[in-house]
């Protein structure tokens, strides 16, 4: 079991910058951030593997960046150049390495955190 918890989300401008966090219990995981806005399908954002080695959903490739910190448990995702689109609930999320893909196309978490709000106004 892992408990994840998100911090970091509010309101910016369309051009900004906000870094979401993640706590978790531990980060022996498959890690990953995906999103939903309202009326639209969950979709993925990133997915960080154990090694370091991370996989990006396209609309979100070249402007957000996700990393972890092992010493802290905490799961980072930098998000710059964001968008009105951007606007979604941000959720963390934990996969067995043994049980799911870690690219972000074919990520199955087993772990959801709460969710965090970002709101991107034009």
């Known amino acids: 079991q892992v408990q994840l918890v998100e911090s970091g989300g509010g309101s910016v401008q369309a051009g900004g910058s906000l870094r979401l966090s993640c706590t978790a219990s531990h980060l022996d995981f498959c890690m990953g951030w995906f999103r939903q806005a309202p009326g639209k399908d969950r979709e993925g954002v990133a997915t960080v593997y154990s090694d370091g080695s991370t996989s990006y959903g396209d609309s979100v490739k070249g402007r957000f960046t996700i990393s972890k910190d092992n010493a802290k448990n905490i799961l980072y995702l930098q998000m710059n150049s964001l968008k009105p689109e951007d606007t979604a609930m941000y959720y963390c999320?934990?996969?067995?390495?043994?049980?799911?893909?870690?690219?972000?196309?074919?990520?199955?978490?087993?772990?959801w955190g709460q969710g965090t709000q970002v709101t991107v106004s034009s």
């Open positions: 999320a934990a996969g067995f390495r043994s049980l799911t893909s870690c690219t972000i196309s074919s990520f199955i978490p087993h772990f």
